[in-house]
């Protein structure tokens, strides 16, 4: 992984936010840190963000108007979803959303890594399918 990849973590909950950051700092990543839906679409309106955490529901909207606003600004950054651990997730709205995956509190390393891989790898295919069709 790059020191170029950007991460941009999106939770109100500054526990959940705080852990997971800690993590990710410990990795060659750029970590964006916000608190809400306003604060995340100023930062994807700025610059490419590869991977996003994001809580499914934040003071000012939802990670479902952030896919929105992504796809409108044709920034499509991978999205995984953070969760709590007694929290439902409906697993048929994710995959109709796009969502790379889940993340449920507390965090593990292995988990984060593992979301992260994942990204890149989802990148890596899309960049060589758009030189592939070109």
Same mark, same amino acid.
């Given at each position: 992984?790059?020191?170029e990849l950007d991460v941009l973590v999106a939770s109100a909950n500054f526990e959940h936010r705080r852990s997971l950051i800690r993590? $990710?700092?410990e990795l060659p990543l750029n970590v964006i840190s916000v608190a809400t839906c306003q604060q995340a679409e100023? #930062? %994807?309106s700025?610059?490419?963000v590869? $991977?996003?955490f994001s809580d499914e529901r934040l003071p000012d909207g939802s990670y479902r108007e952030l896919l929105n606003y992504t796809d409108a600004a044709r920034q499509l950054p991978q #999205? #995984? %979803?953070t969760t709590g651990a007694g929290d439902l997730i409906d697993a048929r709205e994710m995959e109709r959303s796009g969502v790379l995956g889940t $993340?449920?509190?507390p965090y593990h390393a292995t988990d984060v890594a593992l979301q992260i891989i994942r990204a890149a790898h989802e990148e890596? #295919?899309?960049e060589e399918t758009k030189t592939i069709t070109q």
């Open positions: 992984m790059s020191k993590i $990710l700092e100023e #930062v %994807l700025r610059q490419r590869t $991977l996003m #999205v #995984v %979803l $993340l449920r509190y890596r #295919v899309g």
